[in-house]
């Protein structure tokens, strides 16, 4: 597919340079250059502080914009955190910057260029054994919902585990997230020759795979239960104190139900 033409990014700056914009970017597919005919085009407004309405969908000579405002403090404050810098750091290195008088967004581009993980890595482990202890909940309501038949409690509980532990994998494992639309391929590409256990819950948690002959709900209820076992093996020498009593107790009970 073709760029966008020099003509249309004149426009987007004359229509959306207004008062108080310290710059403009174009991020996703477009900046990467991956986009196709049913790809929309991602504008990114910094400003000092957001508007009401900080993210819109609009149609822009002829083409879908998603049309964002960001705080510039808010992105270089995304470097800083584990669990947002997985998904910030690639998306402002493919940053195509439309307008920068102050020069601030190429020096948030250069930060993002610069950036390292190893300084992060104590509090991704944190985030991600925090994820797993919190999921404890989540055990409970697939164990009470199998039990009991309940099918939307089991597939409400199964995809809060699947979202919260995956990215807590993700996480952990630092894992940098080009475009979202390639998350959960990153997470296999990583995990499926030294982890297929968890890979197979994984994808069986989400109803990527399905069993012949077994309700769907049924499969991803005892699905998510195994990605829980299989993602405490994961950070089973991450586990701090704090989190222990919880973890281990959920694992007792998830070994107990299964065995029933």
């Known amino acids: 597919m073709k760029p966008l033409e020099t003509t249309f990014l004149q426009s987007l700056r004359a229509r959306f340079n207004q008062p108080g914009v310290i710059g403009l970017s174009i991020s996703g597919s477009y900046s990467r ?27 822009f000579n002829g083409k879908l914009l998603s049309v964002k405002y960001m705080r510039l403090a808010d992105e270089f404050d995304s470097l800083t955190k584990p669990q947002s810098a997985v998904w910030a750091v690639p998306g402002l290195r493919n940053k195509t910057i439309l307008l920068d008088e102050s020069g601030a967004l190429a020096k948030l581009k250069q930060a993002a260029l610069d950036f390292n993980w190893k300084p992060l890595q104590p509090a991704a482990n944190e985030h991600a054994v925090n994820n797993l202890s919190g999921c404890a909940e989540e055990a409970h309501k697939i164990m009470s919902g199998l039990k009991t038949s309940n099918e939307s409690k089991v597939l409400y509980a199964a995809w809060g585990m699947f979202k919260n532990l995956s990215f807590a994998a993700l996480v952990q494992a630092g894992l940098m997230i ?25 994808r069986l948690s989400f109803g990527m795979d399905v069993e012949s002959g077994v309700p769907a709900y049924k499969t991803r209820g005892m699905a998510a239960l195994d990605l829980y076992e299989e993602t405490a093996l994961l950070f089973k020498d991450l586990i701090n104190e704090k989190h222990r009593e919880v973890i281990e107790n959920t694992l007792q009970l998830i070994s107990s139900f299964t065995k029933s």
């Open 33 to 59: 250059g991956t986009q196709d005919e049913y790809s929309d085009v991602d504008l990114d407004i910094f400003v000092d502080e957001l508007p009401e309405d900080d993210y819109s969908l609009q149609l």
């Open 178 to 202: 080009e475009s979202e639309n390639r998350a959960f391929a990153i997470l296999e590409e990583h995990f499926g020759k030294t982890h297929p256990a968890w890979t197979r819950a994984f």
